[in-house]
């Protein structure tokens, strides 16, 4: 039973203080070193409880105070509280990630602090993880302020909540229990679609608002009914060690594979709404008894620009170090800094902002919400160009000769590569911007595929694989145009194509794929292709398989069977051998070393794979498969060099560039003869 309390009470609580400390250690932690805590990620959901808690309590209190709420005066505080700290922290980032960062990351850099500045960052986060050619794209210094753009996204529409409530109140006479119902009719709309998004494309869902909404509802349903009372004592001493406990169960338990948010952000939602519903207990046995200690405040106080602060650290101190991860002594110094410019943010930032009431009116917080996003589009606008000017360089045959190089005593001038690093993500095949890669999703590739040429081509050739088939596709299409043939496109990502189930990105079964492969093989009945070609990433893996070599097999024999199958209502398969493959970036790194790209060059036996299991499915089918290796068109004297002949490899760490491989139709072609005759 709870214990009545007026609704328009105002009253600090120091225990949601201490909740804020819990929530920014576990990000800070886990973000220094996920080994340690490797579901640390969950301290956003705890602050989204505390958020929404928060904010609900004050309009509540505004709501039944004084019978409506001020939409203008709300937006007024939330400037005053969050703008000019978060403006501080994306200035600042930005001008050390002009200086800083490689040429290569300063584009989705500036488009990630504009991004930041008008909160969408969510969204372009969702976009950004759903899109396949951006899938290996480093983290920016400013993506956390993906769980900003969520909160001040929520707020566009909460106000509103109150208001109309508010104003139904006055004329309506209507009771807190239908403003309680029209919040959980959010809630559990919310948590519906969280649940059914995570389980259909977790990427994506993790950022979304529609997915999160309901983690901010919650604390604000939890807010409505302590505004009326609060719960027994009896009750509230274990109720606040039990959501505690649950917090950390979930930071400890979970870890990057666990699906989120969906069911599994329950736990650390709840356990959140169950700390702040205990209050502040009388005794000293009570969790709030930790919560309100003096250390525990303190980092709760300045929670908000710790959290700011963290992650752009991190990011900077990696690019330092060059490693992948930050040493005990890096953690412990990053860790340091962004306390200490926490503290100095909080101090000389948040605090005379709002105790001085620096953004009184709507006409002043106007003024410096558009002053931070025009200053911070600037500097980001600043890196934009600086990219620019470092992608300039234009294809010349004189120059960038690619393969033709291989052998010659010319080292490779980094100032003339083309594509330029900061350019090479994007020099892929034509067959994405025509939109013919399917997608993951995809079962059907009558629905998907494309077909290039003439209709009365005498030949037909078909391309069916996954990305690095598709890669091939510049030198089969100069082929093609040569030799007068018409290519039928069925590529998909991630899919190799064998009759073996195979892994999706999540580890899970890629049910999808191997339904895509059969209905290929249905497909070429009717088309009766003249010749196939195929490649695939030695990288696939089937599914409950640990051993490299055991998958490799599975994977080779789904080969044999599904080409197999293929060589029954189409001509000869061709497979090319798996390009060598990058243990880094290596764009970023011919980006450091313009002036000596050899630096990045890999071994051969760092860049393949101990076998391809195309070899094998080739070998079981005797005739009726052929293997076309390049490998010594990548790599000469045992190394496989990043830029050769002037032109830049490789687009990321496992695909090359389209450049290089339009270059490379005719040995492609010469060794199609020799093979086939």
């Not at 396949?132 to 400013?142: F, I, K, M, N, R």
């Not at 490693?323 to 930032?349: E, Q």
């Not at 009116?361 to 996003?373: F, K």
Request: glycine share 8%.
């Amino acid at each position: 039973m709870l214990a009545t309390r007026p609704g328009t009470e105002r009253r600090f609580r120091p225990e949601v203080q201490g909740l804020r400390a819990v929530a920014v250690l576990l990000v800070l932690v886990y973000h220094l070193n996920p080994a340690l805590l490797p579901g640390g990620y969950v301290g956003v959901d705890v602050f989204f409880v505390i958020s929404g808690f928060l904010i609900t309590s004050l309009l509540y209190r505004e709501a039944t105070t004084h019978g409506r709420v001020s939409i203008g005066g709300f937006y007024v505080r939330r400037v005053r509280r969050l703008l000019p700290a978060a403006t501080v922290v994306l200035l600042s980032t930005g001008v050390v990630a002009y200086f800083l960062l490689p040429v290569t990351r300063l584009t989705d850099t500036a488009w990630q602090l504009a991004a930041s500045a008008f909160y969408v960052e969510n969204l372009y986060l969702a976009r950004q993880a759903v899109d396949y050619l951006a899938a290996d794209t480093p983290p920016s210094p400013v993506q956390h302020f993906w769980s900003l753009s969520v909160e001040e996204q929520f707020y566009l529409v909460w106000p509103l909540l109150f208001a109309v409530w508010a104003l139904t109140r006055r004329r309506l006479r209507t009771t807190a229990r239908a403003l309680t119902v029209l919040l959980g009719a959010v809630l559990v709309l919310s948590f519906a679609c969280s649940v059914v998004l995570t389980s259909q494309e977790a990427a994506s869902a993790y950022f979304l608002p529609t997915t999160r909404a309901w983690e901010l509802a919650v604390g604000g349903l939890l807010a409505v009914g302590l505004a009326h009372g609060s719960l027994p004592e009896r009750v509230r001493l274990p109720l606040g060690w039990l959501g505690l406990a649950a917090v950390v169960a979930s930071a400890v338990a979970y870890d990057d594979a666990t699906p989120f948010p969906g069911w599994a952000a329950a736990l650390p939602v709840l356990g959140s709404a169950a700390v702040i519903a205990a209050e502040q207990g009388s005794g000293r046995l009570s969790a709030s008894a930790l919560l309100v200690t003096a250390p525990a405040r303190w980092i709760g106080d300045m929670s908000y620009s710790l959290y700011l602060w963290h992650w752009p650290l991190i990011v900077f101190a990696l690019v330092l170090t060059g490693r992948d991860g930050l040493g005990p002594l890096d953690a412990a110094v990053v860790a340091g800094l962004s306390v200490l410019l926490a503290w100095a943010t909080k101090v000389w930032v948040e605090d005379p902002v709002r105790d001085r009431g620096l953004v009184r009116s709507g006409r002043s917080a106007l003024a410096v919400a558009t002053a931070g996003m025009v200053s911070v589009a600037a500097v980001g606008g600043a890196a934009y160009l600086q990219v620019d000017r470092s992608g300039s360089v234009t294809f010349d045959p004189a120059v960038h000769t690619g393969p033709a190089a291989l052998g010659q005593s010319a080292a490779p001038d980094g100032r003339w590569t083309y594509p330029s690093p900061v350019n090479a993500e994007d020099d892929v095949p034509l067959l994405y911007d025509d939109d013919c890669q399917a997608s993951k999703e995809a079962t059907d590739p009558g629905d998907a595929h494309c077909v290039y040429g003439p209709e009365d081509a005498g030949t037909k050739v078909a391309i069916v694989g996954d990305s690095h088939s598709a890669q091939w596709f510049p030198a089969l299409h100069e082929m093609a145009k040569e030799r007068e043939w018409r290519l039928y496109l069925y590529t998909k990502s991630s899919c190799a194509f064998t009759d073996t189930m195979t892994t999706d990105a999540e580890g899970g079964a890629y049910e999808e794929c191997r339904t895509w492969n059969r209905a290929v093989v249905e497909e070429f009945a009717e088309l009766e292709p003249d010749l196939v070609f195929t490649s695939s990433s030695t990288t696939s893996k089937p599914v409950g398989v640990d051993s490299a070599e055991e998958g490799g097999s599975a994977i080779a024999g789904g080969m044999s069977r599904l080409w197999g199958d293929v060589a029954e209502v189409a001509g000869p398969i061709v497979a090319i051998r798996d390009t060598p493959r990058h243990q880094r970036d290596v764009v970023e790194c011919v980006s450091a070393n313009t002036d000596d790209p050899g630096t990045c060059e890999v071994t051969e036996g760092e860049a393949f794979a101990a076998s391809d299991p195309q070899e094998e499915a080739v070998r079981s089918l005797g005739d009726e498969a052929h293997l076309i290796d390049l490998s010594d068109r990548f790599c000469t004297d045992g190394v496989c060099p990043a830029v050769i002949g002037n032109v830049m490899v490789y687009r990321d760490a496992g695909h090359i560039t389209e450049t290089y491989i339009r270059l490379l139709a005719d040995d492609l072609g010469s060794r199609l003869d020799r093979t086939l005759s």
